[in-house]
Nanobody, 118 residues
Framework: QVHVVESGGGRVEAGDSLLLSCTASGNFRIYNMGWFRQAPGKEREFVASISWSSITIDYGPSVEGRFTISRDNAKKTVFLHMTNLKSEDTAVYYC????????????WGQGTQVTVSS
C-alpha cells in the first residue's frame, strides 16, 4: 500500500495563490498521480492529474487555466499550484496515487483543507 500525505492547505483570500504538496511512498516515479477535492455537501470532484512521465496532464474544467500540477520524482512529490483562488475553490483537497499506471487511484491521502474567503 502506498502512503500518501498532503500538505500546504490553509485559509486565503480570493485572488490569492496557494501551493499544495503531496508525497507518496514506494516507487513514486512510476505512479500516475491525481488531485481531487470535495466541498461540503458536494460530491468529490476531479481537479488535476499527471502521468508518471509528466507527459499527460489533465485538469478539471473549473480549474483549468488557474491551477498547475507538476511533480518532482526525485522528491517523490506532486504539487498543485493554485492561483486566482475563488470562494468556490473552498474544499478538502485529496491527493491520490495510481501505482499501476492504469488511471485507477488505489491510494488516497487524508486531505488538506483549503478555505478561500471572499
Amino acid at each position: 500500500q502506498v502512503h500518501v500525505v498532503e500538505s500546504g492547505g490553509g485559509r486565503v483570500e480570493a485572488g490569492d495563490s496557494l501551493l499544495l504538496s503531496c508525497t507518496a511512498s514506494g516507487n513514486f516515479r512510476i505512479y500516475n498521480m491525481g488531485w481531487f477535492r470535495q466541498a461540503p455537501g458536494k460530491e468529490r470532484e476531479f481537479v488535476a492529474s499527471i502521468s508518471w512521465s509528466s507527459i499527460t496532464i489533465d485538469y478539471g474544467p473549473s480549474v483549468e487555466g488557474r491551477f498547475t500540477i507538476s511533480r518532482d520524482n526525485a522528491k517523490k512529490t506532486v504539487f498543485l499550484h493554485m492561483t486566482n483562488l475563488k470562494s468556490e475553490d473552498t474544499a478538502v483537497y485529496y491527493c491520490a496515487a495510481d501505482p499501476d499506471s492504469d488511471w485507477t487511484y488505489d491510494d488516497w491521502g487524508q486531505g488538506t483543507q483549503v478555505t478561500v474567503s471572499s
